[in-house]
């Protein structure tokens, strides 16, 4: 059953209760993988072993999709064993994809799905139109990520849902960038939700995670049925981390987003900085769209140094309060040269530096890029 009560107290409240044997007002944390059978030979709680079903994993699951306005989630041990699921769940056929999608997803794609049999159309789903012509009538799933990174660009949802109408093809958004927080991809018209935990749900950068959300969609059930038969089940601690962080989400989420604004318009002030990607300035591509399908525009910023790959190296070894480190999402700022790490077939420039910016005091992150933008000549 769908809750009311706004997202802050979802985060908190929702999948969670006081422990009736104990009182416990914080969750306990279950490390039995194994559950006694009643007397008659049933599972009254719904538990009976670690992989079907856990009381963490059923409670972070509860709150996932509560969260994300969904009726069901399933927790998985990475985002990636998540994005997996749902492939294997649309069956063989034909997939379009966003064509700047997280590297790793585009690797999963070309380098297991397509070994299935299943034909893939990566296209620039920011052009609906790119999407329309893409789309065949054996296409089972569209997949879109938005905001895409490192560019952040932004695709229309809604005119996504319009365009396929009630065609068999399922709608999945990965939401990892955007989170729950800034953006509900169910309630503008997507059938599932993807997220690596591992970001901004996790937020502190110390587990891993993936989950899948839908709203009485029948793919939920063969993404079940995937998860447990894969075993890629998270850990029990992993599932306590990852609701013990959710119940601050809200909070740090906004705070992210208002650190990268503010940072956003200071690089795109400065000399040494060509261009700066971030969905909240009005030079962005897609803005328009953004403020109309976001509530905020995220932690992520992308800046192109006027310079080189070794000028874009030279300024994130500089940096003392960015972490030169991948990943993102975590309370701590982080830079990274995402064409060295992504390798030949990357679509990020070569002077092109992303931050995940952190929940640190603005004007240190402020005075610490700019005495790293120092080592660009101007
Ligand atoms: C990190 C990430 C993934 C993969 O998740 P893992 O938890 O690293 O397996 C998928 N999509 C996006 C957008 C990501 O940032």
Redesign the pocket.
């Known amino acids: 059953m769908a809750r009311t009560e706004r997202i802050e107290t979802l985060a908190i409240h929702a999948g969670r209760q006081v422990d009736p044997a104990t009182g416990a007002v914080s969750p306990p944390l279950y490390l039995s993988t194994t559950f006694q059978r009643d007397a008659d030979g049933g599972y009254s709680t719904g538990f009976d072993y670690i992989r079907d079903a856990h009381p963490n994993r059923d409670m972070l699951e509860r709150t996932l999709a509560a969260l994300e306005s969904g009726s069901d989630a399933v927790a998985f041990s990475?985002?990636?064993?998540?994005?997996l699921a749902v492939f294997h769940a649309a069956g063989p056929g034909h997939i379009v994809a966003t064509h700047d999608?997280?590297h790793?997803?585009l690797h999963q794609l070309q380098n297991v799905v397509a070994g299935w049999g299943t034909d893939i159309s990566f296209v620039p789903t920011t052009s609906i139109d790119s999407v329309a012509n893409a789309i065949r009538d054996d296409t089972r799933l569209l997949w879109i990520?938005t905001p895409s990174?490192p560019l952040l660009r932004v695709t229309d949802l809604a005119a996504l849902r319009k365009l396929i109408g009630d065609r068999d093809i399922v709608l999945a958004v990965?939401n990892?960038?955007a989170t729950p927080i800034l953006q509900q991809p169910l309630l503008l018209g997507a059938d599932i939700v993807?997220?690596?935990?591992?970001?901004y749900i996790g937020g502190h950068s110390d587990v891993?995670?993936?989950a899948v959300v839908g709203r009485d969609h029948p793919i939920m059930k063969p993404v079940r049925e995937y998860h447990t038969q894969a075993g890629a089940v998270p850990s029990a601690f992993d599932c306590w981390l990852l609701q013990r962080s959710i119940a601050t989400l809200p909070v740090r989420v906004r705070l992210h987003a208002q650190n990268a604004s503010k940072l956003a318009a200071y690089l795109q002030s400065h000399n040494a900085i060509t261009q700066v990607d971030y969905p909240g300035l009005t030079s962005h591509p897609d803005h328009a769209i953004a403020a109309q399908q976001m509530n905020g525009f995220g932690g992520l910023v992308s800046f192109h140094v006027n310079g080189d790959a070794a000028a874009a190296m030279r300024v994130a070894s500089r940096a003392r309060l960015f972490t030169r480190a991948t990943?993102?999402?975590g309370v701590e700022s982080l830079i990274e040269h995402r064409a060295s790490i992504e390798g030949p077939d990357s679509h990020a420039p070569p002077n092109l530096l992303r931050l995940s910016v952190g929940i640190e005091h603005i004007d240190d992150l402020i005075a610490d890029l700019s005495q790293a933008l120092e080592s660009i000549g101007s």
Do not use: M, R
């Open positions: 990475s985002g990636t064993a998540a994005t999608a997280y790793g997803t990520e990174n990965d990892t960038i993807v997220h690596s935990t591992t970001k891993a995670g993936g990943s993102l999402g």
